[in-house]
C-alpha cells in the first residue's frame, strides 16, 4: 500500500491549491479514501473522506464550504481542491484510506501547504 501526495506549494491568503494522492498495491475503488493533515506541534486531523462512488462523507468543519474532494477510480488517484486559503491551512496534507484506524496504510510523505502574504 502506498501513497504518494503532491500538489502543495506556498500560496497567498484567498488563494487555491489542488493537492492530489496517487495511490497503489490495494483495490482503489473498493475503499473509501481520506485527505488528513498535521500542522506544526499539532496532532494529524481529518480534513475530507470521500466514498467509493465520488460521494463526500465528511468535510472538517474549517474547510466547509472552501474544500472539494474527489476521486478518480479509474486512475487510482484522489483530490482536494483548495480555495479560499488561510493561515490556519497551513500544514502538511496526507491521503490515506478511510476509515484510517481500521484499514489505513503506512504514511506517504506528505504535501506542505504554506499560506502567506
Known amino acids: 500500500v502506498r501513497f504518494v501526495e503532491s500538489g502543495g506549494g506556498l500560496v497567498q491568503p484567498g488563494g487555491s491549491l489542488r493537492l492530489s494522492c496517487a495511490a497503489s498495491g490495494f483495490t482503489f475503488s473498493s475503499y473509501l479514501m481520506s485527505w488528513f493533515r498535521q500542522a506544526p506541534g499539532r496532532e494529524r486531523e481529518l480534513v475530507a473522506t470521500i466514498s467509493v462512488g465520488g460521494r463526500t462523507l465528511y468535510l472538517a468543519e474549517p474547510v466547509k464550504g472552501r474544500f472539494t474532494i474527489a476521486r478518480d477510480n479509474a486512475k487510482n488517484t484522489v483530490s482536494l481542491q483548495m480555495n479560499s486559503l488561510k493561515p490556519e491551512d497551513a500544514a502538511v496534507y496526507y491521503c490515506?484510506?478511510?476509515?484510517?484506524?481500521?484499514?489505513?496504510?503506512?504514511w506517504g510523505q506528505g504535501t506542505r501547504v504554506t499560506v502567506s502574504e
Open positions: 490515506n484510506r478511510a476509515p484510517v484506524a481500521q484499514y489505513g496504510g503506512s
